[in-house]
T-cell receptor
Framework: NAGVTQTPKFRVLKTGQSMTLLCAQDMNHEYMYWYRQDPGMGLRLIHYSVGEGTTAKGEVPDGYNVSRLKKQNFLLGLESAAPSQTSVYFC???????????????FGPGTRLTVL | QQQVKQSPQSLIVQKGGISIINCAYENTAFDYFPWYQQFPGKGPALLIAIRPDVSEKKEGRFTISFNKSAKQFSLHIMDSQPGDSATYFCAARGSSASKIIFGSGTRLSIRP
């Protein structure tokens, strides 16, 4: 049981390049989330999904797109990377709406992205 | 707009002391307040959580105190140990119940 895994762990991009971050979970969770973590700003929600085939915008969705074609995977795409997107990206998943121990959010180890 | 304000940004406590981290919120519709612990190079992990219908929740050395009228809540770590050195985030479940809103984080260092 690997929990939540993220690929890649590190990446360096040049401005304007595109890339996709992959999140996978093997806990049969319905809900999945993408956050970015920046110094002094905590974690900010980019996009989330409450089930296969559905996605919704979070606090900071601009410049990102997501897809949830399979229940276990949640992809985060950057179409044209900008230096402002330099950050550590975390994926998380949960059975349902966070609010009980059963619906606890589990986080992946993160992807450190640098955009030059 | 930061809906959950956390302080201090960093905190140094001697081993055996009490660590206190404070948070304040604005939205009275928030109904679930978790705290997360994050070690360097790892993702956050749920530490303890509280709902606004109780004023205190204790799990081992960790206690959440909740003041609904003041819209404030705090994490107390009793008998702080070097292994508690980590970044701590308070959070709240937002008006759209699928989303958790995080505070800015507190880097806690416990000196031996």
């Amino acid at each position: 049981n690997a929990g939540v895994t993220q690929t890649p762990k590190f990446r360096v991009l040049k401005t304007g390049q595109s890339m996709t971050l992959l999140c996978a979970q093997d806990m049969n969770h319905e809900y999945m989330y993408w956050y970015r973590q920046d110094p002094g700003m905590g974690l900010r929600l980019i996009h989330y999904s409450v089930g296969e085939g559905t996605t919704a915008k979070g606090e900071v969705p601009d410049g990102y797109n997501v897809s949830r074609l399979k229940k276990q995977n949640f992809l985060l795409g950057l179409e044209s990377a900008a230096p402002s997107q330099t950050s550590v990206y975390f994926c998380a998943s949960s059975y349902g709406t966070p609010g009980t121990k059963l619906n606890e959010q589990f986080f992946g180890p993160g992807t450190r992205l640098t955009v030059l | 707009q930061q809906q959950v304000k956390q302080s201090p940004q960093s905190l140094i406590v001697q081993k055996g002391g009490i660590s206190i981290i404070n948070c304040a919120y604005e939205n009275t519709a928030f109904d679930y307040f978790p705290w997360y612990q994050q070690f360097p190079g790892k993702g956050p992990a749920l530490l303890i959580a509280i709902r606004p219908d109780v004023s205190e929740k204790k799990e081992g050395r960790f206690t959440i105190s909740f003041n609904k009228s003041a819209k404030q809540f705090s994490l107390h770590i009793m008998d702080s140990q070097p292994g508690d050195s980590a970044t701590y985030f308070c959070a709240a479940r937002g008006s759209s119940a699928s989303k958790i809103i995080f505070g800015s984080g507190t880097r806690l260092s416990i000196r031996p």
